[in-house]
């Protein structure tokens, strides 16, 4: 009897030291766990006050929608009375710029339902689950689990509305990138106006000067005219008196008929030059015999946008001027157009000469040989002129 109540003692003890040792083990463990538990709801509660408590609203007051228009209306050389415009932003969700929406931030009442893992009844205790009747309910309200999911759906309309902005700055790329593509075509044709208009004020500029001095020509003509019509009704007048006169006063009268002659010829002549001239009768090249007919004496000034000169002045032998505008100086020089050609020793070391351009007359300065005349870019130019180069007719 003795032996077996030793034996019960010894194995009470033998257990008594196994509870023990669990006893120290679990501590540790329950600590862990206690402290985790701990740590997890204040990350649950510190959390609450990263994600909004509601979505952004559309038809906020006061917070109206933006807009960025752009004139859609086509380009064309006319003015457009009824712009069209396109808004960039009429499908852009602006609601998600609005700053201050009011986050969950979760206290110590939230800290403290966390804490609730089951649900309990009115009384304080633990119901049963009616989809698992052997396990407690830990679903429902004033649980931890009513938190989680109240948290846990906020946090996916969070990333959806995170992903929608992604989409929408991904369109927002998209049309920024059409809009500088649309942009950059704009500098190149501007440039090109630029280059164009330039050039166009040139010309009009010389189309004015050239206008003015065909009207003062012009002028000069009519003035001409009606000293011709002075003068024939004066040689009429004669005429009818020398009618009654003797044969001398004939001879007279015949010469003075050939001088009305000659000077409504030379209207006629002057009246059709300068109706040319004033039309830009540019291709009347006149007759001219072959041969050397003058120097380039100067060259004009280099000019914008290609940096070349425009005209040179040219100093014509007696010969060849009065052949342009006759022996008494009196014609109208034709705008004729005339090669200009350089001398030059070959390889052989013998002199030959070289067209180098083409130039067109165009204006006459009295009492001298000089003639201006523009060079004409259009034409297969191998060089520049220079001072001596000679004149050639074409």
């Known amino acids: ?87 960039l932003l009429k499908e852009y969700p602006y609601k998600f710029e609005r700053e201050g ?63 929608t902005t992604r989409e929408e700055l991904r369109k927002m790329r998209v049309k920024l990138q059409d809009l500088v593509s649309e942009f950059n075509k704009l500098p190149p044709q501007m440039r090109q106006d630029r280059v164009t208009i330039v050039k166009k004020n040139k010309e009009i500029e010389d189309l004015t000067g050239e206008k003015a001095k065909l009207e003062d020509q012009l002028q000069k003509t009519k003035a001409e005219v009606e000293e011709l019509k002075a003068e024939v009704t004066s040689s009429k007048d004669e005429l009818a008196k020398a009618r009654e006169e003797t044969e001398h006063v004939r001879e007279d009268l015949e010469k003075e008929q050939k001088k009305v002659e000659q000077l409504n010829n030379l209207l006629k002549t002057r009246t059709a030059a300068a109706s040319a001239a004033a039309a830009g009768n ?4 006149g007759t001219m015999t072959s041969g050397d007919k003058g120097k380039i004496v100067k060259v004009g000034p280099k000019v914008e946008p290609n940096d070349k000169a425009s005209f040179v002045v040219v100093k014509f032998e007696d010969a060849a001027l009065n052949e342009l ?60 002129l220079k001072e001596g180069d000679v004149i050639i007719p074409d």
Request: contains cysteine; glycine residues 8%.
């Open 1 to 87: 009897m003795n032996k077996a109540v030793h034996a019960l003692i010894y194995v009470i003890l033998v257990v008594a030291g196994v509870a023990l040792y669990f006893e120290i083990n679990l501590f540790d463990k329950k600590e862990l766990l206690k402290d985790s538990n701990s740590q997890l709801r204040d990350c649950i509660v510190k959390l609450s006050s990263y994600i909004e408590a509601e979505d952004a609203k559309d038809d906020d007051a006061g917070d109206p929608p933006p807009e960025a228009k752009r004139d859609d209306s086509p380009i064309e050389a006319q003015e457009v009375e009824d712009i069209s415009w396109d808004n």
């Open 101 to 163: 929406q009011k986050l969950m931030s979760w206290g110590s009442k939230e800290s403290g339902q966390l804490r609730k893992l089951y649900f309990l009844d009115g009384e304080g205790n633990r119901v049963r689950d009616p989809a698992n009747p052997d396990k407690f309910q830990t679903t429902g309200p004033n649980t931890a689990s009513a938190l989680i999911e109240v948290i846990e759906g906020r946090a996916r309309r969070q990333l959806e509305t995170l992903n």
């Open 282 to 285: 540019s291709g009347n090249r």
């Open 325 to 384: 505008i006759g022996e008494d100086r009196n014609g109208v020089l034709p705008l004729i157009e005339m090669l200009v050609c350089r001398k030059v020793n070959g390889a052989d070391g013998k002199e030959k000469r070289t067209i180098v351009g083409r130039v067109r007359l165009r204006q006459w300065t009295p009492g001298t040989n000089f003639v201006t005349a523009d060079i004409l870019p259009d034409w297969l130019q191998t060089e520049e």
